[in-house]
């Protein structure tokens, strides 16, 4: 059984442009990327529930071609839940939405993190307003090592975030999102 689960654009950039995203989703189960042969009537079952769960099931005969930049990031998911993961990495999974897409994409993130059926979520971002209100703990790295870890609310400051970016900033919390602004000054640059 495989425990860990990956969504990454380039794994999914990978996926055939004829495979449908039904197909998608069952290739999690065998940790391959375009599916291969006949769906069993099982996995069929399990991996429309699973569509059903990312509100999804109306894409599932659809091409991948046909996805939107969202739709692939969800059924992504949908493919590392067919696994019956323990843990999923999503590893930069805003990159190449738009500004709407992206808010319904972490909409999405946060409702399926508030469900039983939710694996430990792992979020790899560079930006620190698409960390949902569910996830609890940061892990921030700089230069491959780890500059602070903890909960959200005493790693997410302006002190770490400028020591991290080497830049001064201005970390802000509002309705349970964090925002960050650059004052303007690289610390690198100063003599």
Same mark, same amino acid.
């Given at each position: 059984m495989k425990s860990v689960g990956l969504v990454s654009p380039s794994l999914l950039q990978r996926v055939s442009p004829s495979e449908t995203a039904l197909e998608t989703v069952v290739s999690g189960?065998?940790?391959?990327?375009?599916?291969?042969? &006949?769906?069993?009537?099982?996995?069929r079952r399990k991996a429309m529930g699973i569509l059903r769960q990312l509100e999804c099931d109306h894409l599932a005969y659809r091409a991948w071609r046909k996805l939107s930049q969202g739709e692939r990031q969800r059924i992504g998911i949908g493919r590392a839940m067919m696994a019956?993961? =323990?843990l999923l990495l999503l590893d930069e999974p805003c990159a190449g939405l738009d500004p709407i897409a992206r808010e319904n994409f972490l909409q999405f993130l946060e409702h399926l993190a508030?469900?039983?059926?939710?694996?430990? +979520?792992?979020?790899?971002?560079?930006?620190? &307003? &698409?960390?949902? @209100?569910? $996830?609890?703990?940061? $892990?921030?790295?700089?230069?491959? =090592?780890? +500059?602070?870890?903890? @909960?959200? &609310?005493q790693v997410l400051t302006s002190a770490v975030l400028s020591a991290a970016f080497d830049a001064e900033v201005t970390v802000v919390q509002s309705d349970s999102r964090y925002n960050m602004a650059f004052n303007g000054t690289r610390r690198s640059a100063r003599l």
């Amino acid at each position: 059984m495989k425990s860990v689960g990956l969504v990454s654009p380039s794994l999914l950039q990978r996926v055939s442009p004829s495979e449908t995203a039904l197909e998608t989703v069952v290739s999690g189960k065998y940790a391959m990327v375009n599916y291969w042969g &006949e769906v069993s009537a099982a996995d069929r079952r399990k991996a429309m529930g699973i569509l059903r769960q990312l509100e999804c099931d109306h894409l599932a005969y659809r091409a991948w071609r046909k996805l939107s930049q969202g739709e692939r990031q969800r059924i992504g998911i949908g493919r590392a839940m067919m696994a019956n993961l =323990r843990l999923l990495l999503l590893d930069e999974p805003c990159a190449g939405l738009d500004p709407i897409a992206r808010e319904n994409f972490l909409q999405f993130l946060e409702h399926l993190a508030g469900t039983s059926a939710s694996p430990t +979520l792992v979020l790899v971002t560079h930006h620190i &307003e &698409e960390i949902v @209100p569910s $996830l609890s703990h940061v $892990l921030v790295l700089k230069s491959g =090592r780890i +500059l602070a870890s903890g @909960p959200k &609310e005493q790693v997410l400051t302006s002190a770490v975030l400028s020591a991290a970016f080497d830049a001064e900033v201005t970390v802000v919390q509002s309705d349970s999102r964090y925002n960050m602004a650059f004052n303007g000054t690289r610390r690198s640059a100063r003599l």
